[in-house]
């Protein structure tokens, strides 16, 4: 119990501490994510919150003592401070893209045993790409990615624990209270935002620390993106539905699920705790699908698509009530 006190208390000390200054002091003035047209907030506010919240994360860890391959803390290092460059000054999207392609190869072979399957490697590499990106286009309502990232690893850190995993879950529960800290001044009305340097690699530590969950057997090959599902499913139909629609898909927009739902009137705040719920209900559904109850796995799959369809079926249908009332 004390290490796992010990753990969270520090994390969620240096990163409340850190995401304070940097949102309070001049330093804020360094990166400021100026509205556009994929902005939901009407004023420029700073994004450098994901720099304290990696503070809080590397502060637990330094307690628990990680021994990750040199190769992949390059990864995390490259994704970190290409995203931090985009932040300050600015890269094009084939720049970011082969950096997360990049460090996704390089951890990926890095993680996975001697004689794994081509395709198999193929597929992680991609989907620890897309996971990097696609939590950087959910990074954009108050309070959204960084409870995202508070109840994705909690819920990591609870399976590994139950699976023996304690340093796992120790790692795990370090972004969980980093999370936290940052989530302190973050949550509507946020003052600052968490930026690509915060945003890509969470979405890199979600889709790594996932796969390592699952070789060292903590949970399914399933676990993680039904735990992350929140995310994936918003980010993932979108991407489909503006490809089928012609859009510029590399252009900034405000055509997520959940920016809908801000705009439809919900709010930052409201939209923030129902996403909460949803995130809530995904991990305690795929804890409870790990257990050796009969189908249990296919249960909450199944529940869980239902549930995806009717809430994306809500939303587009309310959505284009919208349209057709002003037009």
Same mark, same amino acid.
């Given at each position: 119990m004390w290490p796992t006190i010990?753990? @969270? /208390?520090?994390?969620?000390? %240096?990163?409340?501490?850190?995401?304070?200054?940097?949102?309070?002091?001049?330093?804020?003035?360094?990166?400021?994510?100026?509205?556009?047209?994929? @902005? /939901?907030?009407?004023?420029? %506010?700073?994004?450098?919150?994901?720099v304290g919240l990696l503070f809080g994360v590397c502060a637990g860890w330094i307690v628990v003592g990680p021994q990750f391959p040199w190769s992949y803390w390059c990864g995390v290092t490259l994704l970190i401070a290409v995203s931090l460059i985009d932040d300050l000054r600015g890269l094009s999207a084939a720049v970011r893209l082969g950096a997360h392609l990049f460090a996704a190869a390089l951890a990926t072979t890095t993680l996975m045993p001697t004689g794994t399957s081509p395709l198999i490697m193929i597929i992680l590499i991609f989907a620890t790409g897309w996971m990097c990106n696609l939590y950087n286009f959910m990074d954009g309502s108050d309070g959204l990615a960084g409870g995202m990232a508070f109840f994705g690893f909690l819920f990591y850190a609870i399976a590994a624990a139950q699976a023996g995993s304690t340093q796992f879950a120790l790692l795990n529960l370090a972004i969980t209270a980093s999370a936290a800290g940052f989530l302190l001044?973050?949550?509507?009305?946020?003052?600052?935002?968490?930026?690509?340097?915060?945003?890509?690699?969470?979405?890199?530590?979600?889709?790594?620390?996932?796969?390592?969950?699952?070789l060292q057997k903590d949970w399914n090959w399933w676990f993680p993106p039904l735990v992350f599902s929140p995310f994936i499913v918003d980010a993932s139909v979108t991407l489909v539905r503006r490809l089928l629609s012609g859009a510029r898909v590399w252009e900034a927009h405000r055509d997520h699920y959940y920016q809908r739902l801000v705009q439809l009137g919900l709010g930052h705040r409201n939209t923030a705790l129902v996403e909460y719920t949803l995130m809530v209900a995904c991990g305690v559904g795929a804890l409870w699908a790990m257990t050796p109850t009969g189908n249990a796995e296919y249960l909450v799959f199944s529940a869980a698509g239902i549930l995806y369809v009717g809430l994306l079926a809500i939303i587009e249908y309310a959505w284009r009530s919208r349209q057709a009332a002003e037009n």
């Open positions: 010990h753990t @969270s /208390l520090i994390a969620f000390s %240096v990163a409340t501490l850190v995401v304070g200054w940097l949102a309070r002091s001049r330093a804020a003035r360094i990166a400021l994510d100026a509205p556009n047209e994929r @902005s /939901l907030h009407t004023v420029a %506010v700073p994004r450098t919150g994901g001044h973050n949550f509507h009305p946020s003052r600052i935002f968490l930026g690509d340097a915060g945003a890509v690699p969470l979405g890199f530590l979600a889709a790594t620390f996932g796969t390592i969950g699952w």
